[in-house]
């Protein structure tokens, strides 16, 4: 089943343990799957107590999103934290080809 014309979540936290425990506690919470993790190391990584941020991509729909993402949210918040986050409801074409973007492989 494609993925294309779903609702993504994005949420971006401190640490791979984090993302794991947040992306569990999404999938538990709605119908919702994993499209990728992605890492980040930005440039103020030496003044961070965790230096590695990972970016976890989350496919489904809107109302399943909304739910993933707050229990992802919470579940991150209780490990190293989340640093940002966002849904976007109908990615365009143009948007789809930037989430395929990775830089772990």
């Given at each position: 089943?494609?993925s294309?014309?779903?609702a993504?979540?994005?949420?971006?936290?401190?640490g791979?343990?984090?993302?794991f425990g947040?992306?569990?506690?999404?999938?538990?919470?709605?119908n919702v799957?994993i499209?990728a993790?992605?890492?980040?190391?930005?440039?103020?990584?030496?003044?961070?107590?965790?230096?590695?941020?990972?970016l976890?991509?989350?496919?489904?729909?809107?109302?399943?999103?909304?739910?993933?993402?707050e229990?992802g949210?919470?579940?991150a918040?209780?490990l190293?934290?989340?640093?940002s986050?966002?849904i976007?409801p109908?990615?365009?074409?143009?948007?789809?080809k930037?989430?395929?973007?990775n830089a772990?492989?």
């Amino acid at each position: 089943m494609s993925s294309a014309g779903q609702a993504v979540g994005l949420l971006e936290v401190f640490g791979l343990v984090t993302a794991f425990g947040a992306a569990d506690a999404a999938c538990k919470a709605a119908n919702v799957t994993i499209e990728a993790f992605d890492k980040n190391k930005p440039g103020n990584a030496d003044e961070l107590e965790i230096p590695l941020l990972v970016l976890v991509k989350l496919r489904g729909s809107i109302a399943d999103i909304e739910a993933a993402m707050e229990a992802g949210e919470q579940a991150a918040m209780n490990l190293g934290g989340v640093l940002s986050k966002h849904i976007i409801p109908r990615p365009t074409d143009n948007t789809e080809k930037m989430l395929k973007i990775n830089a772990l492989k």
